[in-house]
Every structure is written in C-alpha cells, then in structure tokens.
C-alpha cells in the first residue's frame, strides 16, 4: 500500500459551508418537534461537521401528513407528465449548478473521494432525474383483448406516498435511484437519510423546491433507522416502502409492513458477490478488476467482489499481479486527488471491519496484504487481502462492506458455478474470461441480480438493479423502478353489437 497523503484538504478545495440542518417538511426547514438534535461526524477527522435536526415519529407523522395531503389533493400527480418532467429537469440543471459544493458535503459526510463525487456521484443524481423525467409523460396501460363481449384496458396509476429510506454508502446516487422515479410516477414521498450522512439530502430538498416541486411532494426526516425508519416502515397512511441497506433491516421494514397496512416493499439489501476469473483470462486486466471491484467507495459497496474465485493455472500470476497493484493503491485524505481511498464511514463500521479482519486471522487465513489501520486519526484501513481462505469462515460468508478480500482457487467451471452460488446473498457477480460459451454458461448458472461479463460495477440508469434469495427484491433504475412506484387498474365495460370482439 503506498504511503498515505497528509496533505490538508483546504489545499485541494474549499470547505462547503452547512446551511442545511432541519428537518425538511412541506416545503420549509423546520426544528424537529422534540428539538433533539444528533452530531453528523466527519469521518476524516473524527470531528462533529454539524448537529442537525434528530426526527422522531411525531416528525414522520407531520412528514406524512404533508405528503398524503399533496398526493389527494396537491397538483403533483394530476400535472401532465410532461410538466412534472419539465420540473425534474429544472431539479437536475439546480444540481449541476451546485455539483462542487454538493460533492464536498459527501466527502466531509460520507469519506467519498471528492474527485469521484464531482465526476460521478453528483451528476450521477442529475443524470438520473433527467432520465426519469424523459418517462414520466410516457406511462400508459394496455388495451386489453377480452374473450366475451367486453372492451377493458389497463391505467397505470402512481401508488401514493411513499417511504424512501436511503443507505450511507451512497448517499446521492441512491437517493435519486429512488426519488426520480416516484416523482415521474406522480407519488409524493418521505425520504429518511443514513443518519450518517444526512447533509447532501437536505441540500437536495432545497433545490427540489427552488425547482418548482409543489410543497408536501418531497419531504426529508433525518433521524435514525429505530425511530424514524421505523415509523416510516409501519405507518398507516405511507402505501409503499423502498430501502437500501442490510438484511436485517430490510426483514424488519418487511414485518413492519405486514403488520401495519401490507403496504409495498422494495428491498435492496446486502451481497457477497463473487468474481471469477478463468485460465484464459488477461492476468493484468483481471487483477485490475478484482482490485477495484473490492476497493471502489472503500468496499462499502453492496456488489463488492468480496469473493474472488481464480482458476488455479493462472492462480500464482494473479496474486502477484494483484499484490503488487495492492501496494501502490494510496489510503489518505478524500480531496487530495492522488488518494484512491478514502476512510470507512464512521467508527462503527471502522471496527467492525477490523473484527473481521482479526477474525480471518484467528480462523487460519493467510493476510496477504493489508489488515491495519491506517494513520492516528480518521477512520482508514489498508486494503486487505486474505488467502488460504475456506468457504466456512466469517470472512467468506458475511457481509464485511470494507476492503476486504477473500481469494479461492477452484480446477473447473462446475466447481466455479458451485463455490459462486454458495451464499446466501444473489446480488451481483463477475465473469473474466474469453470464452464466449463459459461466459453463457456461467452467468446462466449464477443466482445474483445483475452479472457483468469481462467487467465490473458496469451501473447504468437504464439498466435495472436488484438481488436474488437473501439479497432482496424489487429492483431500482431502469423502467423497473418506475413500474414499482405505479399500480395497475383494469377498466372494463361492455360493447354491445360490435362487429367483432
């Protein structure tokens, strides 16, 4: 690992100012009704950025009812699509007016390289509003071909006010992922950011209503998952739920749901993807993958390669390529722009990846790079890379969301299919290889959501995302998501004396 950046991020950029604090409800910033408050932490320095408004569930209930009362009676979903488009568009051009500043936020609040926040994660948002807004005037039924004397078709109607409970690692393209959509659908919404990272979310509601968003359609409770998520998850009056996170949460928002009102569900939860490389692969080209795959965003990425499958004639080529590209990745401050890594979150999660990591090592892995923290204060850790791993330790079966890698040889394509379906997660898998026919094979054999063929973390708006078995259900971008935030209604009424049917 190269040797960390020391430099001072007020070299690289301006610190943003926090202008943004409040709870975001019918169209105004208001104190929370308690008027607790919460420190976002700054997971560079270990330091407190601001105290923002801590939302409870008498702040979701106000928060709903704004929503309920601009879904029934507000002009949100009875405008013509191509006006709500027209409005999500003004939303994206706001974002890209304050793509700087916005990108700071998530580097002061999340530990995102800046770099990568400017280029991607932030107009990443804009990019996807735009997208949405293109489909929100072109959503339509079917007419429908009756067997009996009857013409029928089908309406696609906006579901109503929906709960969006956003992840930490992510917090800007998740957030639009889930709110573009449910806009162009016509629903009105309460968004509960990670209390981690809450700062960007509340910009965000800023800009929706300089936007010309109607007052009630977007509201924002920043608070913490078992007050105000869960309020969210079990209130009667919200008719759907659409959450990014674990999947213990995500069992939780479920049996909040069906005990409250059987409102909709969406669930995008965790993974332990896994990538497998084949002897006819380009050593350098699988190596640069299988780095990035684990290292991008810190490993807090729920496709994470965290299992890395390498058939075992190329196996001694690989860890040596893959070891000498380790050692150059450089761990430091998010703004300097030589830096690839960035720190994990918060504390949390900085020792529980440091659990994992001592776990490996006591069940008998061998660390092969990495494994400490980085630095004496902020929350850095070296990538980390463990062999001689067996398919039953901790490190290989759960969800570490760090940069941690687990790294496994295997003879034959079966074999391969066999270890990579051996989770209890289906989110994401990678394929390298040259070979047309195992590339088929293999990604028809594996149980994840979304494969990616002689390529990693190949996102795009248009294609939609989701898991298998423990890993979730639903699925965000792409028309799917739009689908998930609209009924269907079947509308039929006799014809008589026609002349066919």
Known sequence: ??????????????????????????????????????????PRTEEVIARVAEGDKEDVNLAVEAARGAFDHGPWPRLPGSERGRIMMKFADLIDEHVEE???????????????AKLVDVPSGAKTLRYYAGA???????????????????????????GLIIPWNFPTTILFSKVSPALAAGCTMVVKPAEQTPLSALYYAHLAKLAGIPNGVLNVITGFGPTAGASISSHMDIDGVSFTGSTKIGREIMQAAAKSNLKVVSLELGGKSPLVIFDDADV????????????FNKGEICVASSRVFVQEGIYD?????????????????????????????????????????????????????????????????EPTIFTDVKEDMLIVKDEIFGPVMALMKFK?????IK???????GLAAG????????????????RAGVVWINCYFAFDRDCPYGGYKMSGFGRDNGLEALHKYLQVKSVVTPIYNSPWL
């Open 431 to 446: 394929i390298v290889t040259k070979n047309l026919d195992v590339a088929n094979t293999v990604s028809r054999s594996i």
């Open 284 to 295: 350098e080209k699988a190596a640069q993958l299988a780095l990035l795959g684990i290292l």
């Open 136 to 162: 929100a005037d072109k959503i339509h039924g079917e007419v429908l071909k009756m067997s009996r004397e009857f013409h029928a078709y089908t309406l696609r109607e906006p579901i109503g006010v929906v």
């Open 102 to 116: 916005l990108a700071a936020l998530e580097t002061i609040d999340a530990g995102k390289l800046f770099g990568l």
């Open 419 to 425: 270890k990579a379906n051996n989770t209890k997660y």
């Open 412 to 416: 034959t394509i079966d074999e391969a």
């Open 1 to 42: 690992m190269a040797t960390p950046s020391n430099g001072s991020s007020d070299s690289f950029v301006k610190m943003p100012t926090i202008k943004f604090t409040k709870l975001f409800i019918d169209g105004e910033f208001v104190d929370s009704v308690s008027g607790k408050t919460f420190e976002t932490i700054d």
């Open 317 to 381: 080529e690989f860890v040596k390529k893959l070891v000498e590209k380790a050692k150059d990745w450089v761990v430091g401050d998010p703004f300097d722009p030589k830096v690839n890594q960035g720190p994990q979150v918060d504390k949390k999660q900085f020792e529980k990846i440091l659990f994992y990591i001592d776990h490996g090592k006591r069940e008998g892995a061998t660390l092969l790079t990495g494994g400490k923290p980085v630095g004496g204060k902020g929350y850095y850790i």
